[in-house]
T-cell receptor, first 114, second 113 residues
Framework: AQSVTQLDSHVSVSEGTPVLLRCNYSSSYSPSLFWYVQHPNKGLQLLLK??????LVKGINGFEAEFKKSETSFHLTKPSAHMSDAAEYFCVVSEYNQGGKLIFGQGTELSVKP | KAGVTQTPRYLIKTRGQQVTLSCSPISGHRSVSWYQQTPGQGLQFLFE???????NKGNFPGRFSGRQFSNSRSEMNVSTLELGDSALYLC????????????FGPGTRLLVL
């Protein structure tokens, strides 16, 4: 069965410092993995997607994630945080034979201090 | 292309009532999925429709139902509302599902009193 674990419910960084949001997954097959961001009172926006083409995936707004099969991890990073990055981030897994079903992690709230 | 739209954006209902939410997917997308978001349970999959057929279903009671029309627009219905149904309901569309990127609408916030 698929599952996603986001290892931190809340991460706080200072503006200009690196961001690391951690995600581990469990999947029976080769999964598609995603990171979505949700700003307050908004819908979900796709940051990036992994589909086995390359283990290092670049997304929007300077975010990237590395797929490590041996560690079943898909951590999200950004070299330098910006105030506008403050939001909730979701790690998501989807398997090919599950149609449109997405499994979400519990979310990590990112705070950015000036 | 226009994004995923959901109507209404906000709803207030009382216990025992029923409610219908609507979702219009991105043009050309045939898969529509619905999710419930609550502070306690996070984001949970309700069901997915593809070509007017329910293809997958989450672990929700039968009070939650949906349908999809020939133009891919989808509706979800919740009958006999309970306080715990208060949530943000999100709709997402993709070309055919199956691991593809899903694009989310802004959601409908339902408050049950």
């Amino acid at each position: 069965a698929q599952s996603v674990t986001q290892l931190d419910s809340h991460v706080s960084v200072s503006e200009g410092t690196p961001v690391l949001l951690r995600c581990n997954y469990s999947s029976s097959y080769s999964p598609s993995l995603f990171w979505y961001v949700q700003h307050p009172n908004k819908g979900l926006q796709l940051l990036l997607k992994y589909t086995s083409a390359a283990t290092l995936v670049k997304g929007i707004n300077g975010f990237e994630a590395e797929f490590k099969k041996s560690e079943t991890s898909f951590h999200l990073t950004k070299p330098s945080a910006h105030m506008s990055d403050a939001a909730e981030y979701f790690c998501v897994v989807s398997e090919y034979n599950q149609g449109g079903k997405l499994i979400f992690g519990q979310g990590t709230e990112l705070s950015v201090k000036p | 292309k226009a994004g995923v739209t959901q109507t209404p954006r906000y709803l207030i209902k009382t216990r025992g009532q029923q409610v219908t939410l609507s979702c219009s997917p991105i043009s050309g997308h045939r898969s529509v999925s619905w999710y419930q978001q609550t502070p306690g349970q996070g984001l949970q999959f309700l069901f997915e429709y593809f070509s007017e057929t329910q293809r997958n279903k989450g672990n929700f009671p039968g009070r939650f139902s949906g349908r999809q029309f020939s133009n891919s627009r989808s509706e979800m219905n919740v009958s006999t509302l309970e306080l715990g149904d208060s949530a943000l309901y999100l709709c997402a569309s993709s070309l055919e599902g199956n691991g593809e990127t899903q694009y989310f609408g802004p959601g409908t916030r339902l408050l049950v009193l």
